[in-house]
């Protein structure tokens, strides 16, 4: 009897062994399934996006140019002679009427005493002219006297009458003459140097200018501007996108150093016409100018206030791509947190921006970091940023990454992985 248990005990154990060892291998199997099935998964792709929101947008264009002086006198003199003396500091700042230059007056006072002195001679003709005149008048009634000498006295009237006027312009002459000798600025402004110096030989209009001034206060700005954005601009303007009041348009100045100027200046004029051979017109704009920071020929880009687009979404710049046929694209996060590309309507840039006429709608998000690693219809972790609207650059850092992602995947699937 006590065999028989013994017996039984044996063959109990091996079957509860061989039991235990199914349901091991069972688990394991399991646990086999489950690593290989998150193994296979691939990990949510982390994306930077932002939220878009309709806005009143100030619409603008940024065109390059040139500063030039509002303007500009070329010195030259008027009168022949020897310059003798020179009374400005090369690079200072002129008003109109200071004097320049000072030729030598003397061969021209020489010709004014002259001039006058051959005035007074025809003026001293004149009355003896006129008695002998009226003394004829009186004797033809007398028969005393025939015609022909009181003819003769008439003429000689008018002669002496006319070398006082000749005489007189030939004086205005010398004094004008003698006053060419003073060159005074004709404009205010700064003055460059000077070509020459005192003791040189001047002609009258010579091609070589003495010197030139500047008026640098206030400065032009003359930029180019296709006529295709005009066209666009009125378009806009007349259906209603953009809200334009009035014509003082205001614009802004981008230094060539990256600094923007401390003025704002004013449209001063358009060109009526647009060139043919590059299909522009040019602008003027105009800026006060106090330090004179600006000097003529310098590089700048005027910004240009074009009018207000209300209700308008602004797309960050680094969001859009151009497919094969040139349209505006973006990847966009549907409310399931999967990608969706979409084409858009893009009109104009502002500042870092692309101003979105079509194809975005309030709340939409947008990817601005990570779109070139995911493709439409894909399941994505969004993190929302902001854009920095100076530099078009995400503020702060992502929080994650693909790699990041992929580590945190293996660490899950690592225990039963070990598991197994």
């Known amino acids: 009897m006590a065999a028989y248990f013994l017996f039984i005990r044996g063959r109990y154990a091996k079957a509860c062994i061989a039991g235990l060892s199914l349901l091991l291998l069972a688990g394991c199997g399991d646990g086999g399934d489950k690593a290989a099935k998150n193994a296979g998964a691939p990990p949510r792709a982390e994306v930077s996006v932002v939220t878009l929101r309709p806005q009143s947008i100030a619409i603008t264009s940024e065109l390059p140019g040139r500063t030039t002086a509002s303007l500009v006198a070329e010195v030259r003199p008027q009168v022949n002679g020897i310059i003798k ?40 003709a004149v009355p003896n002219a006129e008695a ?22 008439v003429a000689a009237l008018a002669q ?35 070509s020459l110096t005192p003791g040189a030989l001047v002609t009258a209009s010579q091609t070589t200018a003495l010197t030139t001034i500047r008026t640098l206060d206030p400065i032009y700005v003359d930029v180019t501007e296709s006529s295709t954005n005009l066209l666009n601009w009125r378009q806009a303007v007349s259906e209603g996108r953009i809200k334009f009041d009035g014509a003082d348009v205001s614009v802004k100045l981008k230094l060539e150093n990256g600094t923007t100027y401390n003025h704002t200046g004013k449209m001063a004029f358009a060109e009526s016409n647009v060139s043919q051979t590059t299909g522009t017109f040019a602008l003027r704009a105009e800026f006060p100018n106090p330090d004179r920071i600006l000097l003529p020929g310098t590089y700048a880009r005027a910004v240009i206030e074009q009018g207000i687009a209300e209700n308008s979404f602004a797309i960050p710049q680094r969001a859009i791509t151009r497919n094969t046929k040139g349209e505006a694209t973006g990847m966009f996060i549907t409310a ?13 840039n502002v500042g870092n921006n692309w101003l979105a006429t079509s194809g975005v709608k309030d709340g939409d998000r947008i990817i601005v970091e990570g779109a070139q690693m995911v493709k439409p219809g894909a399941a994505v972790t969004a993190v929302e940023v902001t854009i920095d609207n100076n530099t078009g650059e995400v503020k702060g850092t992502k929080r994650g990454s693909l790699d990041t992602g992929t580590r945190l995947a293996t660490r899950e699937t690592a225990p039963a992985t070990g598991g197994n």
């Open 85 to 124: 003396e020179r009374l400005f500091k090369e690079g200072s700042e002129v008003k109109a009427g200071d004097m320049l230059y000072q030729i030598d007056p003397a061969a021209y006072q020489a010709a004014l005493d002259s001039a006058v002195a051959a005035l007074q001679k025809a003026e001293a």
């Open 336 to 348: 399931e947190g999967k990608v969706e590309q979409r084409t858009l309507a893009v009109s104009s």
């Open 160 to 194: 002496v009458k006319a070398d006082v006027a000749s005489n007189n312009a030939s004086v205005d002459t010398a004094r004008l003459n003698l006053a060419y000798t003073r060159i005074e600025a004709p404009i205010s402004g700064r003055i460059d140097r000077s």
């Open 132 to 153: 002998k005149l009226e003394r004829y008048r009186t004797l033809i009634k007398q028969n005393a006297v025939s015609k022909q000498d009181l003819d003769d006295s």
